[in-house]
């Protein structure tokens, strides 16, 4: 995966990859599963694989939605710790 590729992957592009030999591994790489908490990157996985099985493009929906708002909790979870820690910093 290319790093500079900030783009979202779309429905349409989620069921052209399924298709691949290594879909699984693929996809969650698109979808950036690094960037969530490691519970939510096993969840994550875990729907990719049921989607790959499935084609489902209602699934496909979903698996982004999920997607998404699991990197951006992650992220949001991450800012508060920094925040929280400078807080303690500047007792």
Known sequence: MNPTDSSEINVAQLLAL???SDALRVITEKLH???MGPAD???TKHE???FVESGDSKAA???LRLAQSRRQQ???EK???TEQ???RVDW
Do not use: D, G, P, W
Request: hydrophobic share 30%.
């Open 79 to 81: 800012i508060q710790v």
């Open 61 to 63: 929906e979903e698996l």
């Open 85 to 87: 820690r400078s807080q």
């Open 18 to 20: 399924r298709r691949e």
């Open 33 to 35: 599963v690094k960037e």
């Open 74 to 76: 992650n992220q949001s």
């Open 41 to 43: 990157h096993i969840r």
């Open 48 to 50: 990719v694989k049921a």
